[in-house]
Each structure stands twice: as structure tokens, then as C-alpha cells.
């Protein structure tokens, strides 16, 4: 069973929008933590911001920001001001306390249009 | 710039070859993964390797086969590939394995294509 669930193959927005990347996760380890991850065409990957799941508030990165709803298992990626070097995969993954693991979903592909 | 750092960034190689992919961080990290990334299918973790030791190995084929000499350097040895196996490689390094919080820094990848 897949883990994490990205379910936004593709997503346009307009420059100096924002925008919302869903993600959902699923696990029954009470302890956990989400990330998201950016990719450029060049390949690399590259960490935007963490979640914890005993983390209290949201988690916010410059104009990142991840909004966790715990009990529907949740963990959406928020863009604000969107710019055009936005365009990239979006990667949300998930790393269980028991575990070795960051798990990752199948991603989404973000074009910001001018 | 994350300080992984991944060679080569780009590999052709024949079904009968043999080829190493090499990485190497010099964050302090002690631990190194590799995934690959193939088209249209999720990231797979492929080796995590924790104070030199394999701790996790995701059923991959014997044809892939993983040495990491100390705690900066992780190698990928390939033999005997098949078209298939051209995918993106990525490796990644973090502080420990167990603790949840901890963030995985990427390489820039080798893609690698198999004729």
C-alpha cells in the first residue's frame, strides 16, 4: 500500500499567486515526520520544510508553509507569491520513527506562468 | 549547493559493462541512501547505509551492489544492467536514520541510460 499519496499529477499557477500541493500520508506509527521536496530540472533535490506529527503549529518556511491536519493525515504544501523559478517537481515524503526510511510520493509537477 | 556531491552526472553504458557510481558528502552525515528515480514511478529507495553498515536493502537486484568504504563515501557498482534499470540515481546523506525530524540533503543525480 502506498504511503504517501500526491495526487496532483500537474498544477498551473499564475505568477504571484498562491498555491496549494496536496499530499496525504498514511501510518499507524504515532511518531513520524513530513517533508517536502523540491526538483528542479537539474535534477537535485532539495528540502523546503519539515512537519513534525507532535508539532503543535504549522510549519512555515519563508513563503513556504505546510498545512498539517493530523486527523485527516494531511500534510499539504502552501506556496505564497508564486515565481516563475517555482516551476519544479514537488516532492512530499515521510519518515516514520521505527523506521530507516524517507518514503516519497509521486510528486507534482508545479508550472508558474508569467 | 548541498554538499553531496554525485559523479558522473550523465552515463551510457552497454548491457555488458560494468560502471561504478560514486558519492561523497562532507556534512558529517552518518548516514548515505541511494534511490532511483525512474519515469512516472514514485522515488524507491534503493541502500541506506548507517556508520558504514547496510541497514536496509529494498529487494534490488544483485546486478546493483552498493559499497560504502567510510561514512563520506557510497559507491554503486552496476553489472549486467538492463534498459529497464536507465533511471535517474540519486544519493542522499542524513544525520542518523531513526530520528524523525531528520531531512535527507540530495546529490544532483547520475542519469544513467542503459542500451
Known amino acids: 500500500a502506498q504511503k504517501i499519496t500526491q495526487t496532483q499529477p500537474g498544477m498551473f499557477v499564475q505568477e504571484k499567486e498562491a498555491v496549494t500541493l496536496d499530499c496525504t500520508y498514511d501510518t499507524s506509527d504515532p511518531s513520524y515526520g513530513l517533508f517536502w521536496y523540491k526538483q528542479p530540472s537539474s535534477g537535485e533535490m532539495i528540502f523546503l520544510i519539515y512537519?513534525?506529527?507532535?508539532?503543535?503549529q504549522n510549519a512555515t518556511e519563508g513563503r513556504y508553509s505546510l498545512n498539517f491536519q493530523k486527523a485527516r493525515k494531511s500534510a499539504n504544501l502552501v506556496i505564497s507569491a508564486s515565481q516563475l523559478g517555482d516551476s519544479a517537481m514537488y516532492f512530499c515524503?515521510?519518515?516514520?520513527?521505527?523506521?530507516?526510511?524517507?518514503?516519497f510520493g509521486g510528486g507534482t509537477r508545479l508550472m508558474v506562468k508569467p | 549547493e548541498t554538499g553531496v556531491t554525485q559523479t558522473p552526472r550523465h552515463l551510457v553504458m552497454g548491457m555488458t559493462n560494468k560502471k561504478s557510481l560514486k558519492c561523497e558528502q562532507h556534512l558529517g552525515h552518518n548516514a548515505m541512501y541511494w534511490y532511483k528515480q525512474s519515469a512516472k514511478k514514485p522515488l524507491e529507495l534503493m541502500f541506506v547505509y548507517s556508520l558504514e553498515e547496510r541497514v536496509e536493502n529494498n529487494s534490488v537486484p544483485s546486478r546493483f551492489s552498493p559499497e560504502c568504504p567510510n561514512s563520506s563515501h557510497l559507491f554503486l557498482h552496476l553489472h549486467t544492467l538492463q534498459p529497464e534499470d536507465s533511471a535517474l540515481y540519486l544519493c542522499?546523506?542524513?544525520?542518523?536514520?531513526?530520528?524523525?525530524?531528520?531531512?535527507?540533503?540530495f546529490g544532483q543525480g547520475t542519469r544513467l541510460t542503459v542500451v
Open positions: 515524503a515521510m519518515r516514520e520513527f521505527a523506521g530507516n526510511m524517507l518514503t
Open positions: 542522499a546523506s542524513s544525520q542518523g536514520t531513526g530520528a524523525r525530524n531528520t531531512e535527507a540533503f
Open positions: 512537519q513534525g506529527s507532535y508539532d503543535q
